[in-house]
């Protein structure tokens, strides 16, 4: 596939360490490269006044911007950069990722019994432009003991996720509904980012 401008579209660059987006992106045949990570530290935090979605949009976007940055100056082959952020919604408040086994045991607490939003945003840097899509899900967790979310802390799978779960591991068995998206509690919508890239002209597959 290639560009109007004739740029070549594959591969495109994943500004992400994450292994559940990377594996998601293979699901549905994205060709892709992990871009090296740059100079640029970007500070996950909500402004004063910032709307949550408003923050996961920032973050999403920032990414993608500090990626396309990071291929220009580096000198690398020019291609669409892709970056996403997902983050656990409870009232005003964005949970973020724990740091350290009492914030974990805090948030997944907070969360029991409840629940909660859960919204990713894709964005993708081409040329001059940024595109986006979000996703937002409503997930409910049964209520949980202290003695299972102490287990599950132990285990250590709460420490690289938002909201201090994972859908895909083991806490799958703490979540009774969910409406929504599964891959997109996950980490990556994969409808919405099929869509956005077809929308650049990429169509996975």
Partial sequence: MKAASGTALRPIYLASRSPRRKDL???????????????????????PHESPRDYVRRIAQTKAAVGWHTMSTQGLPRHPVLAADTEVIVGNDVLGKPADAAHATAMLTLLSGTTHEVVTVVAVRWNARMHWVRSSSLVTLRGLSTQEIARYV????????????????????????????????????????????????????
């Fill in 25 to 47: 992106l293979r699901q549905i045949g994205v060709d892709f490269i992990e871009l090296p990570e740059g100079s640029h530290a970007i500070l996950e935090r909500p402004r």
């Fill in 154 to 205: 132990a285990g250590g799978e709460p420490f690289d996720k938002a909201g201090a779960y994972g859908i895909q591991g083991s806490a799958g068995a703490f979540i009774s509904h969910l409406s929504g998206s599964y891959t997109g509690v996950m980490g990556l919508p994969l409808y919405e980012t099929a869509g956005l890239l077809d929308r650049i002209g990429y169509h996975a597959g």
